[in-house]
């Protein structure tokens, strides 16, 4: 009769321990999962960011690549449209306007666009453009001086 007591009793026990056992790992797992799904989609984002520049203005008045205007940045795919970010900075602080111009294509022809600061002007999702309006490509320039059209560096293709 001892024995059987003991039978049970060492049953009852290894089946507890083993079902503590499982219910302790069963959250870590699925905690593990859960932190590798969000690296992946961490790394996924900052994969589809594509960087670009500095893209600089021309030289003027006998300045060095210190001195000149620059614009860098990135684009991004979110939700089937085309975002861009970046910075136009004016580093020699000369009292001269930077300029950045956006040129685009799609299928109501080439756009342009442009803007200017003396010191740093940040942009923050501009465009929203989408394949499905035949957008295809999107260029970048940056001038210095009295007028937009001074000191321009040529168009680079950023997309």
């Known amino acids: 009769m001892r024995k059987i007591r003991n039978?049970?009793?060492?049953?009852?026990?290894?089946?507890?321990?083993?079902?503590g056992l499982a219910?302790?790992?069963?959250p870590a797992a699925s905690?593990?999962?859960?932190?590798?799904?969000?690296?992946?989609?961490?790394?996924?984002?900052?994969?589809?960011?594509?960087?670009?520049?500095p893209i600089y203005s021309?030289?003027?008045r006998r300045e060095d690549r210190g001195h000149r205007?620059?614009?860098?940045?990135?684009?991004?795919?979110?939700?089937?449209?085309?975002?861009?970010y970046g910075s136009l900075f004016d580093r020699d602080r000369d009292r001269d306007y930077s300029y950045v111009w956006f040129r685009w294509h799609d299928d109501?022809?080439?756009?342009?666009?442009?803007?200017?600061?003396?010191?740093?002007l940040n942009f923050n999702k501009f465009g929203g453009f989408r394949k499905s309006n035949?957008?295809?490509?999107?260029?970048?320039r940056v001038c210095e001086g009295d007028n937009r059209f001074d000191d321009c560096g040529s168009y680079k293709d950023v997309f």
């Open 31 to 53: 905690a593990s999962a859960a932190d590798a799904s969000s690296s992946t989609v961490a790394t996924q984002a900052q994969a589809s960011r594509h960087f670009f520049g």
């Open 69 to 84: 205007s620059y614009f860098k940045g990135y684009w991004e795919k979110s939700s089937g449209r085309y975002w861009f």
């Open 7 to 19: 039978l049970l009793v060492s049953t009852a026990l290894a089946g507890s321990l083993a079902a």
């Open 134 to 140: 035949g957008f295809d490509d999107f260029d970048i």
């Open 23 to 26: 219910a302790a790992t069963a």
């Open 58 to 60: 021309d030289f003027g």
């Open 108 to 120: 109501g022809g080439f756009h342009t666009k442009y803007y200017k600061t003396f010191g740093r």
